[in-house]
């Protein structure tokens, strides 16, 4: 087996803690003894060998990965691939199987999210081997709750260890969540298992241009010329017919936002989360990430972030628009 790592992103979304130069797979987090990176490339050699885990990222992030491996182990540099445009998530995984010689199964994870058990998404997929010689395998998440900034997946007919997938579901509101769950949809969490056979299928059924460029050339730059930026999720699971989702009972947080802080760490008695030296009066539900002391009173659902010479606060609920101010910073 082998494991790809994408490794990209443009880290707007947990400004000013992650930044273009250090998005959050890089960030070690209050609480946590390695980064979001290191913790999937962990969970990567669990199930590979160290040659035959695939690094696809850019050129900016080559050093700061290989700072980052040297702290587990030694690397293997060859395994690191820098794409030469930014290209999204299909054109990343086709070449990750194309710089390896032998047909495989591949296992593709994200490098930035927080997986608490993680040894029940290395057992599914060490028992998901065989379907996924022929079904592109999707890994679902049991719902905890019915959050509206996770696509869905809806469940068919049972096949191996898995189920045929019916529909894909577009991030929903609160109240066709709540539907979802009801009809046992799960969140769809971007991790995948697959042969490369089935996806190279799949691929020159689905998307030609892509697949033909990958089939008819070596040079990686003139590849990634030729061809358009688009999804897997768009590319391959939206239009193929062989499409399965294993079920998992995982404690999985993409950490999309500063509100989906509010599900990773434990809050006190009021309902706040102080990662810093805190003090506060009569304030409940509030969020503090800071490197100074911070002195909150009668502060209610507030969202305070300092680093890098700046202060982030916003409201609990709002900081899906960070995004739009981090561009502003600059």
């Given amino acids: 087996m082998k494991v790809i790592i994408l490794v990209g992103g443009a880290g707007e979304r947990l400004f000013p803690l992650s930044t273009p130069e250090n998005p959050k797979q890089f960030i070690v987090f209050p609480g946590q003894e390695c980064s979001l990176f290191q913790m999937a490339y962990r969970r990567a050699r669990k199930l590979a060998e160290k040659k035959d885990v695939v690094i696809v990222t850019n050129g900016s992030f080559k050093e700061k990965i290989l700072s980052q491996i040297k702290q587990i182990e030694l690397p293997h540099e ?13 054109p990343a995984i086709l070449y990750g199987i194309y710089s390896q010689a032998e047909e495989d199964t591949y296992a593709v994870f994200p490098s930035d999210h927080m997986i608490k058990n993680e040894e029940a998404l290395i057992n599914a997929v060490r028992q998901s081997r065989k379907l996924a010689q022929s079904h592109i395998i999707t890994f679902g998440i049991k719902p905890k709750s019915p959050h509206t900034g996770y696509g869905y997946i809806s469940l068919g007919k049972q096949v191996e260890n898995g189920f045929v997938v019916k529909e894909f579901k577009e991030k929903p509101d609160k109240e066709t969540a709540e539907d979802y769950i009801r009809k046992g949809y799960l969140w769809n969490a971007g991790i995948f298992l697959f042969s490369s056979k089935i996806i190279k299928q799949e691929a020159a059924e689905y998307q ?29 699971l939206e239009k193929s017919s062989k499409i399965a989702c294993v079920p998992i009972a995982l404690d999985w947080n993409d950490l999309g936002s500063f509100d989906s802080f509010f599900d990773v760490y434990e809050k006190d008695e009021n309902g706040n989360i102080l990662l810093s030296g805190t003090i506060h009066q009569d304030s409940s539900n509030n969020l503090v990430i800071a490197k100074d002391k911070v002195l909150l009173v009668d502060a209610e659902g507030l969202i305070v972030v300092q680093d890098k010479g700046r202060i982030l606060i916003c409201k609990k609920g709002s900081s899906g628009k960070v995004r739009e101010i981090a561009r502003k910073a600059g």
Wanted: charged share 25%; hydrophobic share 35%; glycine share 2%.
């Fill in 208 to 236: 030609k241009q892509i697949y033909n460029a990958f089939e008819n050339y070596s040079c990686i730059k003139k590849i990634f010329s030729m061809i358009e930026p688009i999804s897997f999720d768009y590319g391959i």
């Fill in 78 to 90: 060859k395994s690191i691939l820098l794409e030469p445009e930014r290209r999204n998530t299909l």
